[in-house]
């Protein structure tokens, strides 16, 4: 089933990804970083505010549906270098696995040709299944990355990058 990627341009669309975010991450990420980390970064990352102040610094945020039923949302920004980060990439629980995160991709990766960019990278936290499956799409761990994000907290992350071809 194709799916459906909606430019977020609206404070009420912003607002939509902002409540699914939550979601996403108080489900996923506290067992993977804890309870005060998540509470911490979906307010500094997540919230309806940040993503907006986001937009304005030149990202784009992307709802994921299949069919009318929003599954995830993905934000990107083109850098300096060439290169397109994929700074969010998110999915509801029962949208994960069936082959999603590659038709994701492949949205994206048509997002960088289209734009002349020629290289993907993200940052994902080492604990995170989701190296493995990066991996399997083509990607690469190009450095480790430990960086302070305040309130006491640190993300000890993977960048990891993939040459379009």
Do not use: C, H
């Amino acid at each position: 089933m194709a799916l459906i990627f909606l430019p977020a341009r609206t404070e009420e669309a912003i607002a939509a990804i902002a409540t699914m975010a939550r979601t996403i991450w108080y489900e996923y990420y506290v067992p993977l970083i804890g309870r005060a980390q998540v509470d911490y970064m979906v307010a500094r990352f997540q919230s309806t505010e940040a993503m907006q102040q986001q937009v304005l610094e030149g990202y784009e945020y992307f709802t994921v549906q299949r069919e009318v039923a929003p599954i995830g949302y993905v934000a990107i920004k083109a850098d300096d270098d060439g290169g397109l980060f994929i700074s969010k990439l998110y999915l509801l629980r029962e949208a994960r696995g069936g082959g999603t995160g590659r038709a994701i991709m492949a949205f994206i990766e048509e997002g960088a040709r289209q734009r002349g960019l020629g290289r993907l990278w993200l940052t994902v936290n080492k604990g995170n299944p989701a190296v493995k499956a990066y991996e399997r799409l083509g990607f690469r761990i190009a450095a480790p990355i430990v960086m302070d994000i305040g309130g006491g907290f640190v993300m000890d992350d993977f960048r990891m990058e993939k040459v379009l071809e």
